[in-house]
């Protein structure tokens, strides 16, 4: 039973374009969703975060949107730069835990 | 400085053995997570540390599993008799404090169970 779900398993966007990621949760006790970035052979890196009392956060290229009625979280990535290409993890907190789910995950390709 | 560091990167085990991976947290933070990752898949929360107390074990799967941070630094999970389905990426992370939602990832030891 997957609780934070990425539904686009990859996503190929052109150098200068707008790259949107997406996910899907269905719980509605999270209260705090993340990024993280993944390049090959390496950990997940944090990228950006978002409390369930906002719906906007931004950090330079990178921003996350929350809709919490949809139960919708998108990353949206503007100008797309062929170093991000990666796989995207997004992640939530269980409110009241230290428990973080995570889904499973999207590559984006870059292509120059 | 120095990230978070996770010893040995790869393993090979021969099943019904007993592993022990180790993880080494960045330098003064407090908060001390486990997690296993499959192919294809996210991370999978395994247990959660704050300081030396394990506040929170429920993603552990089966008594096998289990984890200690005795001086509320280096980490160790025990995984015993181990099964081939074991097998998998196993990541620890670490965050400054408990109200810190930023994580930071060791590269992880690859666990195979022949």
């Known amino acids: 039973d997957q609780q934070v779900k990425q539904n686009s398993p990859s996503l190929s966007v052109q150098e200068g374009r707008i790259s949107i990621l997406n996910c899907d949760y269905t719980?509605?006790?999270?209260?705090?969703f993340l990024w993280y970035k993944k390049y090959p052979a390496e950990g997940p890196t944090f990228l950006i975060s978002?409390?369930?009392?906002?719906d906007k956060n931004e950090d330079g290229r990178f921003t996350v949107f929350l809709n919490k009625s949809a139960k919708h979280l998108s990353l949206h990535i503007v100008p797309s730069q062929p170093g991000d290409s990666a796989v995207y993890f997004c992640?939530?907190?269980?409110?009241?835990?230290?428990?973080?789910?995570f889904g499973t995950g999207t590559r984006l390709k870059v292509l120059a | 400085g120095a990230g978070v560091s996770q010893s040995p990167r790869y393993k090979v085990t021969k099943r019904g053995q007993d592993v022990a991976l180790r993880c080494d947290p960045i330098?003064?933070?407090?908060?001390l997570y486990w997690y296993r990752q499959a192919l294809g898949q996210g991370p999978e929360f395994l247990t959660y540390?704050?300081?030396?107390?394990?506040?929170?074990k429920s993603g552990l799967p089966n008594d096998r599993f289990s984890a200690e941070r005795p001086e509320g630094s280096i980490s160790t999970l025990t995984i015993q008799r181990t099964e081939q389905r074991d097998s998998a990426m196993y990541r620890c992370?670490?965050?400054?404090?408990?109200?810190?939602?930023?994580?930071?990832f060791g590269p992880g030891t690859r666990l195979t169970v022949t």
């Open positions: 992370a670490s965050s400054l404090a408990s109200n810190s939602y930023e994580q930071y």
């Open positions: 719980n509605s006790m999270f209260d705090y």
């Open positions: 978002i409390s369930s009392i906002k």
């Open positions: 992640a939530a907190k269980d409110s009241g835990t230290y428990k973080y789910i």
């Open positions: 330098s003064g933070h407090v908060s």
């Open positions: 540390f704050n300081y030396e107390a394990q506040q929170d």
